[in-house]
């Protein structure tokens, strides 16, 4: 087997990008796009009825009791429906 051993500047230049020590390997905060995370309105309904029996279904510590979370998640989908 070939062992082969490189910078990373050799390694990005062989990849055609740009060196790792230039100021334009940084893409800058605003050239992202931020994608809006889309949510449907049985979503919404679904976590604010999440929200409320969730502390039914847990310890006193904050633990999730013995198949709570299942639970939980079945009774908010069921409160959720139309």
Do not use: C, Q
């Not at 800058?28 to 409320?52: C, M």
């Amino acid at each position: 087997m070939v062992d082969v051993r490189m910078t990373m500047d050799e390694y990005l230049t062989l990849l055609g990008g740009i060196p790792m020590d230039s100021p334009e390997s940084e893409p800058s905060a605003g050239s992202i796009p931020v994608k809006k995370k889309r949510s449907s309105a049985y979503s919404r309904r679904y976590k604010a009825n999440f929200k409320k029996i969730e502390d039914n279904y847990k310890l006193k510590n904050g633990n999730w009791k013995k198949n709570g979370f299942k639970r939980a998640v079945t009774e908010a989908h069921r409160m959720s429906k139309k």
